[in-house]
């Protein structure tokens, strides 16, 4: 059990090293990057501008709230407006990048495994249509999900457990890509997600570090696909 999980971050760290070192893998991942920035930035200027007129119309109406306690509320807002804003920017650009986020699993599956990439197809238009049906297929099991975490989110106790689902999902989302290319279905990919939880955990605890670093959670898309095709060719399961 401890070695899958080790597995799990290993293949985090040698998709981090794939990208840095392969150009193509760089360059591709350029787009999903910029995507992010981009929608990010705009949404995070929607939002505060949307935020201080939210806040400004409490304040008129609660004379007396002390300015420490109108501060605590202001950040805390923020706070939660700047996690749903990256979470939802993560759901638009994974559904907006699938072209290109199904050739940097393809790539990485070629340089990490020729032998393993013969067994797969790869039908260019037809895959891509599969990815965007699937997703929205997961779109809705992630706004329930979604919806459970946010309110269990509340709790601190079982905060800590809100968040690594968060990231667990994020995880399944980025070995997704890999799965199309066997051309598996929803219900075949949610059970093989279920078998291989353990590595899958130790991915999803790098992904959570990493999204905490400031800058470098830009990269946050590449990498979970870079990553995770690296813990598929490791796992190398007869599917």
């Not at 249509?129 to 509340?154: E, N, P, T, W």
């Amino acid at each position: 059990m401890y070695l899958k999980f080790i597995q799990g971050i290993d293949s985090f760290f040698e998709g981090l090293k794939l990208l840095l070192k392969q150009k193509t893998l760089r360059n591709l991942s350029l787009i999903p990057m910029l995507m992010a920035v981009v929608l990010f930035t705009l949404g995070l200027i929607s939002g505060v501008m949307f935020l201080d007129q939210a806040m400004d119309w409490v304040i008129q109406r609660n004379h007396d709230t002390s300015f420490v306690l109108k501060t605590f509320a202001y950040l805390v807002s923020f706070v939660l407006l700047v996690m749903g804003l990256y979470i939802f920017v993560l759901t638009i650009v994974s559904i907006l990048s699938i072209p290109v986020c199904t050739v940097l699993a393809r790539k990485t599956i070629e340089i990490k495994d020729q032998e393993l990439l013969k067994t797969m197809t790869d039908q260019g238009f037809l895959t891509t249509l599969r990815m965007i049906l699937v997703s929205l297929q997961k779109l809705i099991i992630y706004f329930v999900v979604a919806m459970v975490l946010f309110v269990i989110s509340f709790f601190p106790v079982v905060a800590p457990i809100a968040l690594y689902c968060s990231f667990m999902l994020l995880a399944f989302d980025a070995i997704d890509y890999s799965l199309e290319l066997k051309a598996m279905s929803l219900r075949e990919r949610i059970h093989y997600c279920i078998r291989h939880w353990i590595p899958l955990s130790g991915l999803a605890i790098c992904l959570m570090g990493l999204a905490g670093v400031p800058i470098l959670n830009i990269l946050f898309l590449p990498v979970a696909v870079i990553s995770a095709s690296v813990l598929f060719t490791k796992l190398k399961e007869p599917l």
